[in-house]
């Protein structure tokens, strides 16, 4: 690997030839290139279990897609196409697997109507999941199955249409949750019966993950008059590592490469007024955070105005990222911004990578008058 001494006088010797337009209230103001340097800090998991339904994401044929048994407190995400050339339907069925009645309660949880504008279908369900206005309950007899939603079957998946839902549930005794492809004029509960197992894509995007919730907090407070411009990378597998669990259809070991459903929450600590901007690394994305400050809780649209940004970054050459990984990088003309807010003190974003967006980000901190 190139040293970071290298790497810094590559990035060094770029700053001299770029400009940067920075967004400001009101104006915007020409500034130069800036150095950035990354954050440090500490992470620990903790929560429930994520059932993860993504393999393969481009269904040909009828089946099973993933299935595990689980109980307490855990979240589903499920997204699949229909790349079949006939009507399809998508369902969530929950078997009850104990000898106890049982309650399946879901907490909050978001799912649109099949579609194939991806990147919008990301960012509205990943947008109603954390506004957290949806809650219902399941009741469920011994061995009985039910659809996790009644609705589930009224909703036809036309060839190269998406299917995406995320829900946070908890649950008094183990339930098998299954996600399931079936033809469009099928019972599901009947055909669930003798229902197989599809294989994985390439990608092998399914498994079951302990502990859904990963904490970041920052080691110490943010100076913006000391400490310039900061970054903390996100969703990139080496600062900020992936999952590992297990794929329950098969019991290999899997990875969740973007650590899709996995629910951040992000503590953060300035000692004066910090401009905050999020910067897509990857491609084009759209998605939505939560910012909790001082009492108050505001949704925020990533980017605002429009349904996605991050499609007018040219591709970086290999040092740039390299430098990145080790801890430098530029904020130059290129980089493209969501404004996140500005803060004082400590702030909490919550933040899910949202489907069909490209990873990693960046969440920037900057002087606010800056």
């Known amino acids: 690997m190139i040293s970071i001494r290298k790497i810094a006088a590559t990035a060094l010797a770029l700053i001299t030839s770029l400009s940067i337009t ?9 500034r130069p290139s800036s150095m950035m340097h990354n954050i440090q800090f500490e992470t620990f998991d903790t929560g ?13 044929d009828n089946g099973i897609l993933y299935s595990d048994v689980v109980s307490g407190s855990a979240r589903l995400l499920y997204y699949h196409l229909n790349d079949s050339t006939s009507d399809k339907k998508l369902a969530v069925i929950v078997e009850n697997v104990s000898d106890q009645f049982n309650t399946l309660n879901i907490t909050r949880g978001a799912a649109t109507k099949p579609g194939r504008k991806f990147l919008s279908i990301g960012k509205a369900v990943l947008t109603s999941y954390l506004k957290n206005n949806f809650r219902t309950s399941l009741t469920l007899n011994r061995n009985e199955r039910k659809l996790l939603r009644d609705n589930m079957n009224d909703l036809v998946l036309k060839p190269g249409q998406l299917a995406y839902g995320l829900y946070d549930f908890n649950v008094d005794y183990p339930v098998r949750i299954t996600v399931m492809m079936y033809p469009a004029t099928a019972d599901p509960l009947f055909y669930y019966l003798g229902a197989q197992v599809l294989p ?4 092998q995007l399914r498994g079951t993950f302990k502990e859904m919730t990963r904490v970041i907090r920052t080691k110490k407070k943010y100076d913006p008059q000391t400490d310039g411009i900061v970054y903390l990378l996100l969703s990139d597998g080496t600062n900020d590592q992936y999952k590992i669990g297990i794929d329950a259809t098969d019991g290999s070991s ?29 491609g084009m994305y759209a998605g939505a955070m939560r910012s909790n400050y001082k009492g108050h809780s505001q949704l925020i649209l990533v980017p605002r105005g429009k349904t996605y940004f991050g499609d007018e970054t040219p591709k970086e050459p290999a040092n740039v990222h390299e430098a990145r990984q080790e801890g430098i990088a530029l904020l130059t003309a290129q980089t493209e911004l969501a404004d996140l807010g500005t803060f004082d003190g400590k702030v909490q974003f919550e933040y899910s990578p949202p489907a069909a967006s490209y990873l990693p980000i960046n969440i920037i901190l900057m002087p606010a008058d800056d």
């Open 200 to 203: 994985k894509d390439e990608q």
């Open 254 to 282: 899997v990875v969740n490469f973007g650590n899709y459903g996995i629910d951040y929450r992000l503590e953060l600590e300035t000692r004066d007024k910090t401009q905050f901007y999020l910067s897509p690394l990857g």
């Open 22 to 30: 920075m967004p400001s209230v009101g104006a915007k103001a020409q």
């Open 48 to 60: 429930g279990t994520l059932i993860f339904s993504d393999s393969p994401e481009y269904v040909k």
